[in-house]
């Protein structure tokens, strides 16, 4: 009788010790680490002029025209196929997404416009 109080109480003991939301703590986080948020451009800007390293679009929600720039990390898209900079033309509907504070394009998403 002895011996089971003194395991009763080194077990009471040890339940005490361990942390009761052991079985529930989350593991970490093991996905990609998420970047600075990007800032994507009003969807009915279009395309004024292509240069070669960079594109101005004319912004239609206050009438001005904005440059960025095309870097070689700089993701494009025409009428939803992988495109390049060569693939961009005046007059098309483009939506820019920039980083934060950048006037470099991070992805450049451009539709022929319907007439």
């Given at each position: 009788?002895?011996?089971?109080?003194?395991?009763?109480?080194?077990?009471?003991?040890?339940?005490?010790?361990?942390?009761?939301?052991?079985?529930?703590?989350?593991?970490?986080?093991?996905?990609k680490k998420k970047g600075p948020t990007t800032v994507p451009v009003d969807t009915n800007d279009r395309i004024s002029v292509v240069h070669?390293?960079?594109?101005?679009?004319?912004?239609?929600?206050?009438?001005?025209?904005?440059?960025?720039?095309?870097?070689?990390?700089?993701?494009?898209?025409?009428?939803?196929?992988?495109?390049?900079?060569?693939?961009?033309?005046?007059?098309?509907?483009?939506?820019?997404?920039?980083?934060?504070?950048?006037?470099?394009?991070?992805?450049?998403?451009?539709?022929?416009?319907?007439?």
């Amino acid at each position: 009788m002895k011996r089971f109080f003194i395991l009763l109480s080194a077990l009471l003991l040890a339940l005490a010790v361990i942390p009761a939301n052991t079985a529930s703590a989350k593991p970490p986080y093991k996905g990609k680490k998420k970047g600075p948020t990007t800032v994507p451009v009003d969807t009915n800007d279009r395309i004024s002029v292509v240069h070669l390293s960079s594109i101005t679009v004319h912004q239609a929600s206050n009438q001005q025209s904005k440059e960025y720039q095309i870097t070689p990390q700089t993701k494009i898209t025409v009428n939803g196929v992988e495109g390049k900079l060569s693939n961009l033309t005046t007059g098309m509907d483009v939506t820019v997404t920039t980083a934060p504070n950048s006037s470099a394009a991070e992805t450049i998403e451009a539709k022929t416009p319907r007439h």
